[in-house]
């Protein structure tokens, strides 16, 4: 399935280099529209592969106890990070994008802040089931979003660069919103799954007799524990 996944991938990649190089030349305004449908189905696809903080975003939702319109507002955030980081470094950080290229668009330096915070965070949120703390969850929900988002979007930086090179700054960034779209449905999915699964558990714990508070304070410490582990083998790789 992975494997699939990744040639679309690089089969939608390469439509898009092409319709960038055929607009740059033509300047014709509904071939760059055209792509925007492109951009959300290669953003979406994009978003199923390896990455992308969905392990730390399903872990934090789930032990959160979020509402599924709190849960989409962070997969949101998340998403915006995300592809914004890509962005930013394709116009204003060249030195950075080429480093990025030969590690295939990875960005070693936020990546190790993103995974290093991510894991503070983590702790932070087991500390706090432990001495059963109330949290200030809408601020954590930002702040993991952010965190996690931080690491730059290797595919959208691949097309903003791919843009530049042909003198289409526009185009760019058009197709970099459309991929922000599709890439957020994607988070949107996995997070709300994660909320589904959470009140399920919820609901079975609390007829086995268990108090919400106990269950809370377990959810709590899960969430932290996972988002430990998986920014921490992040951070490994």
Known sequence: MMDL???????????????????SQSGDFWLLASMIGTGVLFGAIHALTPGHGKTILASYVAGARSSFARAFSVSTLLAATH??????????????V?????GGGRAPALELISRVTLIGIGAWLFVRAIRSR??????????????????????????VVAALSQGEPGAGLMFAASMLVGIAFTLCAVA???????RLFL?????????????????????????????GIQLLE
């Open 83 to 96: 592809v914004l980081t890509a962005v930013l470094i394709a116009f204003f950080s060249s030195q950075l």
């Open 98 to 102: 080429e480093r990025s290229f030969v």
């Open 203 to 231: 609901d079975v714990a609390l007829r086995n007799g268990a108090t919400l508070s106990v269950v809370s304070r377990a959810l709590d410490a899960t969430a932290g524990i996972l988002i430990i582990l998986f920014a």
């Open 134 to 159: 109330p949290g200030r969850k809408r601020a954590e929900g930002f702040w993991v979003a952010l965190t996690a988002g931080l690491v730059p979007c290797p595919l959208t930086l691949f097309v």
């Open 5 to 23: 996944l990744i040639s679309w991938q690089r089969w939608i990649y390469g439509g898009v280099r092409a319709s960038l190089l055929e607009f």
């Open 192 to 198: 709300g799954l994660a909320v589904a699964g959470q």
